[in-house]
């Protein structure tokens, strides 16, 4: 049945010419997408690096001084850098761009009078576009006709039930605004989920609502995380004073023992050896690795390093549909007047005998194969618990149908029952339209209108049943004039995920408060509250209180208010900005575009992945590909576990640079020759030190990890304690490794056996003091570190590495080493035990302090 009297026939639609006009105009009806970033600037990024330009700054020198050998080594190393950011900086292009949907579906058009299938990219504002059952609109517009229109627009209004669509008889009043309820627009993205209809398109492209929130989402800017604004302080501290003391040891070189290149030579190691380059390489490894590893547990990390600060988060805000439920339809409970309260028939329950009535005029009033989640589940629990369920639509006929139209929010389907002269007539709809049919005395209205009032406060969706025995053959044009009889009324609920009680838990007991944030009405959200378990579910805020709100009074309101429901996207975005001004990391998750604007202005931004939009995963730092909220539970302790280890990994950087940069530096002041050249730092800082953080990046948090609060913003990384450990420690193995040295230059052996000897004494200092920092405050032994699979492997490899370097003789030159003995071996082997063993006394007499 139509509800105006125009036919596509009618409608010739825009000529050819005018459209190729407009489209030239408007520009293509399509999103911008973020810049692919370009390969020369990530380059030049990269070589702007200070160990890079120290680097390059050597192999300059070995070039000038013609050892090409040392400069061929240096270049390597600097190639290898190079490619791998260059790599990884790819592969995140190519990750995004998977994650992308089919953003341009074809539409039915109408031009030049002739109906044609064209991109979506193509359409134009003026355009007539027929839109049916399956079918995403393309662009915002009004309508023109409808039949019994559905359109799923959760995605924009967070509402997950569909909406009637009908049309305007005055389009003049037609305004096109997400969630005024106006039943005449359609808006881009939405999905038709029954019926079918004609529409005028009115904005395209990045004029239309999604368009819109796309366009303010590019406003706002990102974050750096925490760690990444420490870790540059950090490094530019270090930097400026490797570079003075740089300086200032070149100009004491050239004057006391002269030669310019020598000199520039010796002050770049000592400033390549102070360089903490670690630091940011470290991060940069754990955050990769954290992103691979918490992608085993279905979740992809857009931008790795917020999983280190979800890891910090106090308050997660929540959108409903979809996330804390399923945002599936499931009939849960029934109402007949002759029972005293509604019948829970959830979970599969069986239908009492007394209520398959309402269940089967409810099943007749249904239409087969829609798109409609309710009437899919009226049918479905119809051919379940109903005997006649599948041979109903076999031997009765559908004879009439009455859509759902602007007169009245509710349809009814008319019935030939087979070998009589009777009709049956069911209808459902909203229960105050359905009350209005029945003409019910006010008595008995009044105590239906408790029961829907009861079943709404549980958070349920309710449709109202009635019927009506026809014996004429001509029917009425409205099926208000039918003499309709109340049934009964449906119950139907969007269950909650059955691991989010659980995960909610947890997120307590690890000192994040959880906010729920939906665009549905306040009945419904409390009612999930209380199944989950929410804190203070008893108060609510709505999008109505919030306008009457300035930030002043939210951020107030803020501390106590854990539901806000009826909320506009801006109005999400003003929760999380109060949030940020009372000083808690906001972590936000949501799959709809009316999430986009939150999702970029929160530290943390969790896109769903299945139901998720494009919009929603361009503004999100993390999406969940399974939808599931226990994954984001995992994330925060997988986030607690990278900043514990990180801040192990850094102690250790800490420790090993301080006797790296004093065996650059007091050698040649006790007036020895060069000791270690840049390709040995570059060995030890650019091989064993980055590999080393996988070793610390791979160990297992701790078991009480998620019984803590969330670490205070104001946090270091390296606190006074960890930072006077650190250099203890450092300062513990220089002066051993400058003991041997001394020990060493005491004797008749060359520059080449000592630097050999040296070196290998400090690659094993090195190694125990990445296995003393990876056992923290407890004993290898106690916590079996060893089982660390990446240690095994880094420790395996470092002596592999040290026999090759020493087996393979083009390789030993270019080090500038010699042979050693096997007496000389054994006892550079256990001057490394020796270290390890005071190390882990000088961590057993921390712990005691």
């Not at 669509?165 to 005024?180: E, G, H, M, P």
């Not at 296995?771 to 492997?793: D, E, F, P």
Request: proline share 4%.
């Amino acid at each position: 049945m139509k509800e105006n009297s125009l036919e596509i026939e009618e409608c010739s639609g825009l000529p050819s010419a005018e459209a190729r006009r407009i489209l030239h105009e408007d520009g293509p009806n399509k999103l911008p997408s973020q810049k692919k970033k370009n390969t020369l600037l990530i380059l030049l990024h990269v070589v702007s690096e200070p160990m890079l330009v120290l680097l390059l700054g050597s192999w300059v020198i070995y070039v000038v001084l013609g050892s090409m050998d040392d400069a061929m080594t240096l270049g390597l190393f600097v190639a290898f850098i190079i490619g791998i950011t260059l790599y990884q900086e790819r592969k995140t292009e190519r990750t995004l761009e998977r994650l992308k949907e089919l953003a341009h579906p074809r539409a039915l058009v109408v031009r030049d009078g002739k109906r044609k299938k064209i991109r979506g990219m193509g359409l134009v504002r003026g355009d007539v576009v027929i839109i049916q059952e399956g079918d995403r609109i393309p662009a915002d517009g009004c309508l023109l006709s409808s039949t019994n229109l559905l359109v799923d627009e959760s995605f924009l209004t967070g509402e997950s039930l569909p909406v009637q669509k009908f049309l305007q008889r005055d389009l003049s009043k037609t305004n096109i605004a997400v969630n005024k309820h106006n039943p005449g627009v359609v808006y881009s993205g939405s999905m038709v989920i029954a019926g079918r209809g004609i529409m005028k398109i009115t904005a395209t492209g990045i004029r239309t609502e999604v368009g819109k929130i796309s366009k303010s989402i590019q406003n706002i800017k990102d974050e750096d995380t925490l760690l990444h604004r420490e870790t540059r302080k950090l490094v530019n501290y270090f930097t400026l004073i490797g570079g003075l003391v740089c300086v200032a040891f070149v100009v004491i070189y050239m004057s006391f023992v002269g030669g310019f290149l020598d000199g520039m030579l010796a002050g770049l190691t000592l400033g390549m050896s102070m360089l903490p380059e670690e630091f940011p390489v470290t991060l940069t490894i754990f955050l990769a690795l954290g992103a691979w590893r918490i992608s085993k547990s279905h979740v992809l990390a857009r931008r790795p390093a917020t999983i280190e600060t979800l890891g910090a988060a106090t308050v997660l805000c929540v959108d409903k549909t979809g996330t804390l439920t399923l945002n599936i339809t499931k009939l849960s409970e029934l109402y007949i007047p002759t029972v005293s309260e509604a019948v829970d028939v959830g979970a599969e329950a069986p239908v009492p005998e007394e209520l398959k009535e309402l269940l089967r005029i409810g099943f007749l009033a249904s239409r087969r194969d829609s798109n409609d989640p309710i009437e899919n589940e009226i049918i479905r629990r119809g051919e379940l618990h109903l005997d006649e369920g599948e041979s109903v639509h076999l031997s009765w006929k559908l004879v009439r149908e009455y859509p759902f139209s602007s007169e009245g929010r509710s349809n009814s389907h008319v019935w030939k029952i087979k070998d009589s002269d009777k009709y049956v007539v069911a209808a459902k709809g909203t229960p105050e339209e359905i009350l209005k049919l029945c003409r019910l005395p006010q008595l008995k209205q009044k105590k239906i209108i408790e029961r829907i009032r009861e079943m709404s406060d549980r958070g349920l969706r309710v449709l109202g049943v009635a019927k009506s025995i026809h014996t004429k053959e001509k029917f009425p044009n409205k099926q208000s004039e039918f003499e309709f009889e109340f049934v009964g009324l449906l119950g139907f609920s969007d269950p909650v995920r059955p691991q989010v009680a659980k995960s909610l838990a947890e997120a307590y007991g690890a000192g994040i408060r959880v906010i729920m944030v939906t665009g549905d009405y306040p009945g419904t959200a409390v009612a999930v509250a209380q199944k989950i378990g929410l804190r203070d579910h008893a108060e609510y805020l709505t999008g109505e209180d919030l306008e009457k709100m300035n930030h002043l009074e939210l951020r107030e309101k803020i501390r106590n208010i854990n539901i806000f429901a009826r909320v506009l996207p801006e109005q999400k975005l003003a929760i999380v900005n109060a949030l940020k001004a009372n000083g808690e990391i906001v972590a936000m998750t949501g799959d709809g575009i009316n999430d986009a604007p939150s999702l970029k202005a929160a530290h943390i931004g969790i896109a769903m992945g299945e139901r998720g939009t494009d919009v929603a995963r361009e503004a999100a730092s993390m999406v969940l590909m399974d939808d599931d909220f226990s994954s984001i539970v995992s994330a925060v302790r997988l986030g607690r576990r990278i900043f514990t280890n990180l801040k192990k990994a850094m102690g250790y950087i800490v420790a090993v640079h301080i006797p790296i940069a004093g065996m650059a530096l007091f050698p040649i002041s006790l007036g020895f020759p060069i000791l270690f050249l840049p390709a040995h730092i570059a060995f030890l800082e650019l091989i064993i030190d980055p590999a080393c953080s996988t070793a610390f990046e791979a160990e297992v948090e701790e078991r009480d990890i998620m019984k803590k609060s969330p670490r205070k913003l104001s946090q270091s990384i390296l606190d006074k304690r960890t930072l006077l450990f650190s250099i203890t420690q450092g300062l513990v193995v220089l002066f051993l490794v400058l003991g041997y040295f001394l020990l060493l230059s005491g004797t008749n052996r060359s520059i080449l056996e000592i630097r050999s000897l040296t070196f290998i004494v400090f690659v094993l200092a090195n190694l125990a003091l990445i296995v003393t920092n990876l056992a923290g405050t407890y004993g290898l032994a106690k916590n079996s570190k060893w089982r660390n699979v990446a240690l095994r492997m880094i420790v395996g490899g470092a002596i592999m590495a040290l026999l090759l370097v020493f087996s393979i003789t083009p390789i030993r030159s270019v080090f500038h080493f010699s042979l050693v003995g096997l007496v000389d071996l054994a006892w550079a082997i256990l001057t490394g035990f020796l270290i390890w063993a005071i190390l882990e006394f000088i961590k057993w007499k921390a712990k005691q302090v």
